[in-house]
């Protein structure tokens, strides 16, 4: 079974950058397109940024020009550097394959944006 281990939250203050990884097993990453989702509380789960096998981007435009996805296949790991991050931004953070997503999800990792 494909496992989906994120890392690497925390709480940062408004302005501050954090890079948040994901590690996946059970399945041949380098194939795989990945993404990475968030859930504020009491909001539904949010597509944030997406990124194919072959390395193609693409994100969400409230995130466009501060976070960063990329991959590093020898690692079989997706990371998301998020810059100059907001409060909004405060969520769980899942990653996911892409398009052809799992049917369930890891366990996520925490981005508090709070002074």
């Known amino acids: 079974q494909v496992q989906l281990v994120e890392s690497g939250g925390g709480l940062v203050e408004p302005g501050g950058s954090l890079r948040i990884s994901c590690t996946a097993s059970g399945m041949i990453f380098i194939i795989n397109g990945m993404s990475w989702y968030r859930q504020a509380p009491g909001k539904q789960r949010e597509l944030v940024a997406t990124?194919?096998?072959?390395?193609?981007?693409n994100y969400r435009d409230f995130v466009k020009g501060r976070f960063t996805i990329s991959r590093d296949n020898a690692k079989n790991t997706v990371y998301l550097q998020m810059n100059s991050l907001k409060p909004e931004d405060t969520a769980v953070y899942y990653c996911?394959?892409?398009?052809?997503?799992?049917?369930?999800w890891g366990q996520g990792t925490q981005v508090t944006v709070s002074a």
């Open positions: 990124i194919t096998s072959g390395g193609t981007t």
């Open positions: 996911n394959r892409f398009p052809n997503e799992l049917g369930y």
